[in-house]
């Protein structure tokens, strides 16, 4: 069974500094997503992966796929606090219908 | 509109009660799926649509829960004997292909809270 997980779940950093969300899964995948949640607000799609080396960048994010190592990593660079959310990736496999998401990162950036 | 809508955003329900989720998908996506998230949770897999079809309803946690996309748009799901860990946010998402084509990028509905006493 495809499992996701996510570290660190929580993260607490200054405005300014660079920090990395790191994304493992378990089985071969061929999709890899990242969402922004802001509390009780719905899902926004952030990136999508759909091959190994695959580099994305939106602002101050920057998304890599591993297909290899099972790794996706989501790479914040001189951080807001405007990105203060909850941070998901989620996976699906060839074949299937399901996604699978980790089980978060809760990003707190501090002025 | 243009997003993926749902109602109603809030329900509350005694213990036994049924009760109805509607989601308006974006028109002309083929794929609707729906979500559960707990409090504090990533969204879990209920069930997957391709236009009418229901093709993965594996996420489904018990026969009291049923989904429905008659004519391929606007999709329903269904709790039976409402229980109170049925509590959670109920979020549906579309998306413009059938899921094997691969690339998909979802868009969610902002979710009906459902509280179950």
């Known amino acids: 069974e495809l499992k996701v997980e996510q570290n660190p779940l929580f993260l607490s950093m200054q405005e300014g500094k660079n920090y990395t969300i790191y994304c493992n899964y378990s089985?071969?995948?061929?999709?890899l997503y990242w969402y922004r949640q802001d509390p009780g607000k719905s899902l926004e799609s952030l990136f999508v992966l759909l091959s190994n080396g695959a580099v994305k960048q939106e602002g101050r994010l920057m998304a890599s796929l591993d297909t290899k190592a099972r790794l996706s990593t989501l790479h914040i660079t001189a951080a807001v606090h405007d990105l203060s959310a909850t941070y998901f990736c989620a996976v699906a496999t060839s074949g299937t219908y399901k996604y699978i998401f980790g089980t978060g990162t809760r990003l707190k950036v501090l002025a | 509109g243009a997003g993926v809508s749902q109602s109603p955003r809030y329900k509350v329900a005694k213990r036994g009660q049924d009760v109805a989720l509607r989601c308006d998908p974006i028109s002309g996506h083929v794929s609707l799926f729906w979500y559960q998230q707990a409090l504090g949770q990533g969204p879990e897999f209920l069930t997957y649509f391709q236009n009418e079809a229901q093709l993965d309803k594996s996420g489904l946690p018990s026969d009291r829960f049923f989904a429905e996309r008659p004519e391929g748009s606007v999709s329903t799901l269904k709790i039976q004997r409402t229980q109170q860990e049925d509590s959670a946010v109920y979020l549906c998402a579309s998306s413009l292909r059938s899921q094997r084509s691969g690339g998909n990028e979802q868009f969610f509905g902002p979710g009906t809270r459902l509280t179950v006493l």
């Open positions: 089985t071969t995948s061929d999709r």
